[in-house]
């Protein structure tokens, strides 16, 4: 998986500013740039190359089945999380790579969310840990302040938590908001961030299911909506989720209570 991101974001450099261009309407129902396009066939193509037999589950081809095997792996592809950062410019945007024994999030067994602008990584295998790049990483579950978080603010929700703002602030809460879900979840766990907070179920099961795995191999406490519910999704194009995950308990109880 790391090859294979590695091969597509030297594609993306490649094309300079002509993959910032709009080419339609990709399987997940998002606007799609060429970047996106090009970026997905370059890991589908090295992994014909590699395999005798998958599924593919990406933002632009849906669900293709490669091969005639009968036991197959599921690699489910977000080629660029965080399209509006590669479409300007502005860091981080990532390609997300995850592998599944089935079509559920609990059969997930390894996972890479690769910054294209900085060639770093997270990455985990399922019992083995997460790491950034060679580094074993670690959620420390103890207090620090201010706590510094990032959230999402999306165009339908930025007036409502625009009001709440002054509610965090007097938490001793510093708010970010980086525009890649998966990374943002990756600094998590790295305890760089304190808190990703996506609650409004605008995120696809593609965008995230990589950094889950790292999430749960780092020992981060998550979940995918605002009420605890089983972390066993269906990987999907139809279903919309959130996504929230923090380093404190403590801290997760702030933040509910103020969304």
């Known amino acids: 998986m790391l090859e294979a991101a590695e091969l597509a974001s030297e594609k993306l450099r490649q094309l300079g500013d002509e993959g910032k261009k709009y080419s339609g309407i990709g399987a997940s129902g998002d606007v799609s740039l060429v970047g996106d ?3 997905e066939e370059s890991i589908i193509n090295y992994l014909k ?12 081809k849906g669900f293709l089945k490669v091969g005639k095997g009968e036991k197959q792996k599921y690699f489910i592809i977000d080629p660029i999380d965080g399209s509006n950062n590669y479409r300007i410019g502005l860091s981080p945007y990532t390609i997300s790579i995850a592998v599944s024994s089935s079509r559920f999030m609990n059969d997930i067994y390894s996972g890479i969310v ?3 602008s900085t060639g770093r990584y997270f990455w985990a295998e399922k019992n083995n840990g997460a790491y950034f790049l060679k580094n074993r990483i670690y959620t420390c579950k103890y207090e620090k302040k201010p706590y510094v978080i990032s959230i999402n603010f999306s165009n339908s929700e930025a007036g409502r938590l625009a009001s709440s703002l002054k509610e965090y602030l007097k938490n001793n809460i510093k708010i970010r908001s980086l525009g890649s879900a998966s990374w943002e979840a990756c600094l998590v766990a790295n305890n760089v961030l304190d808190a990703f907070i996506e609650a409004w179920n605008h995120l696809r099961v593609i965008d995230i299911a990589a950094a889950s795995i790292i999430l749960k191999e780092s020992n981060t ?8 519910k089983d972390k066993n999704l269906e990987i999907s194009f139809d279903k919309r989720i959130s996504l929230l995950a923090f380093t404190s308990q403590k801290l997760m109880q702030i933040i509910l209570s103020l969304l």
């Open 221 to 228: 406490s998550f979940r995918f909506s605002l009420k605890e």
């Open 37 to 39: 396009r090009i970026s």
């Open 114 to 116: 690769y910054d294209i």
């Open 49 to 60: 190359d590699s395999l005798d037999s998958f599924v593919i589950v990406s933002e632009e």
